[in-house]
């Protein structure tokens, strides 16, 4: 059973920056993809970012690009997001999540949270104008 835990949400104005993290415990880290997620209360999560097995590749959706960067440390279990030009529409409760198939499209793979097999508990980020 793999585990999840995320640290780092906060309170920030805009502009600032938070990182985030995600540590991995129970299962070999370095053979999944890793994604981090968003969500609003009573709205759908929402694709933020995800990371190849090897960190090679990174995928942003669109409102994040040249903000947010993606990227893991497979030695340490870890996945981070660090988020920078924080807006206040960036303000949900941040997940991430762990997906171990190995999918025929990756991209397309990695923004569906219905293809991710493990989830962490969730970080408020807050961000005021």
């Known amino acids: 059973q793999v585990q999840l835990v995320e640290s780092g949400g906060g309170l920030v104005q805009a502009g600032g920056s938070l990182r985030l993290s995600c540590v991995a415990s129970?299962?070999?880290?370095?053979?999944?993809?890793m994604g981090w997620f968003r969500q609003l209360p009573g709205k759908e999560r929402l694709f933020v970012a995800a990371?190849?097995?090897?960190?090679?590749?990174?995928y942003y959706t669109e409102s994040v690009k040249g903000r947010f960067a993606i990227s893991r440390d497979n030695t340490k279990n870890t996945v981070y997001l660090q988020m920078n030009s924080l807006k206040p529409e960036d303000t949900a409760v941040y997940y991430c999540?762990?997906?171990?198939?190995?999918?025929?499209?990756?991209?397309?793979?990695?923004?569906?949270?219905?293809?991710?097999?493990?989830w962490g508990q969730g970080t408020q980020v807050t961000v005021s104008s």
């Open positions: 999540a762990a997906g171990f198939g190995i999918p025929t499209a990756e991209a397309m793979a990695a923004r569906n949270p219905d293809w991710y097999d493990y």
């Open positions: 129970g299962g070999t880290f370095w053979s999944s993809i």
């Open positions: 990371i190849s097995r090897s960190g090679s590749r990174q």
